[in-house]
């Protein structure tokens, strides 16, 4: 039987196989190689649906493409994105209780778009983010825009500035 037979969403790519977990995203852009290495199709266990759910729906919303961890699409990992979804313990990126620890964050590139326009799109139309899951974005950051689904007992989007080394 092939790995992730049970799940009917795999298919083999060279010496790894490819899993689908929405219409435009594969479970290797949320986990990093070593992760995926040691659990394959089991590394869905670390993402909360709901972060999927999201970043599905922001590429459906702004109709372009977004990128997290691109080390399974064939970028060197001198270029790739390694740590952008789900940080294990072993990771040494971001803060020790991150919410991409919990699977509930990423860091999306939109390549070729202004991330600030992005977040400002985003707070233009918050309860429609709000709606699909959005609960909170970091502010600041000008190559990615950090979305999570934590539980912020908010009724509307959260945003923070990234703490200082």
Not at 151 to 164: D, E, L
Request: charged content about 25%; hydrophobic content about 35%; glycine content about 8%.
């Amino acid at each position: 039987m092939e790995l992730g037979a049970c799940m009917g969403t795999s298919i083999y790519i060279g010496m790894g196989f490819s899993m689908k977990v929405s219409k435009n995203f594969d479970l290797k852009e949320y986990v990093d190689p070593n992760v995926f290495s040691r659990f394959g199709e089991r590394s869905l266990w670390f993402i909360r649906p709901e972060l999927i759910d999201l970043v599905q729906f922001m590429r459906d919303y702004f109709n372009t493409t977004i990128l997290i961890n691109t080390w399974s699409l064939g970028d060197t990992l001198k270029t790739a994105y390694l740590n952008s979804g789900f940080r294990s313990h072993k990771c040494r990126v971001g803060a020790l209780y991150s919410q991409h620890r919990f699977g509930n964050a990423a860091d999306l590139k939109f390549p070729g778009k202004s991330i600030q326009a992005i977040r400002e799109e985003i707070m233009r139309e918050e309860q429609v983010f709000y709606d699909a899951g959005l609960r909170a974005i970091e502010k600041g950051t000008e190559h990615w825009l950090h979305v999570d689904c934590r539980n912020t007992n908010q009724n509307h989007i959260f945003q923070f500035y990234p703490k200082k080394p």
